[in-house]
Nanobody, 116 residues
């Protein structure tokens, strides 16, 4: 059974930092590209960052470039999202996603709220 379990969300003040983690099981993690998505209330889910299976290719949404960093540890079958200089508009549920060819899996999401 495939599981992607996110953690690390919470309430943070503007300008603060959070580190999200996504632990994967049930897949050959090193063969999957991993991504972080987010969905704010009333908005469509959008990609935040993605990283290829061995971390060679990394991409970010323009809105988070220079503030967020995606990384992965294949030995720990985990992907991370370091979020710095957080803004109220970063408030959303954050999801991790695993992709390989036609296979796609989602985590259950973790809430990030940026508010004073």
């Amino acid at each position: 059974q495939v599981q992607l379990v996110e953690s690390g969300g919470g309430l943070v003040q503007p300008g603060g930092s959070l580190r999200l983690s996504c632990a994967a099981s049930g897949i050959t993690f090193s063969t999957y590209a991993m991504s972080w998505y987010r969905q704010a209330p009333g908005k469509e889910r959008e990609v935040v960052a993605s990283i290829s299976s061995f971390g060679v290719r990394i991409n970010y949404a323009d809105s988070v470039k220079g503030r967020f960093t995606i990384s992965r540890d294949n030995a720990k079958t985990s992907v991370y999202l370091q979020m710095n200089s957080l803004k109220p508009e970063d408030t959303a549920v954050y999801y991790c996603r695993a992709d390989r060819s036609e296979d796609r899996y989602w985590g259950q999401g973790t809430q990030v709220t940026v508010s004073s």
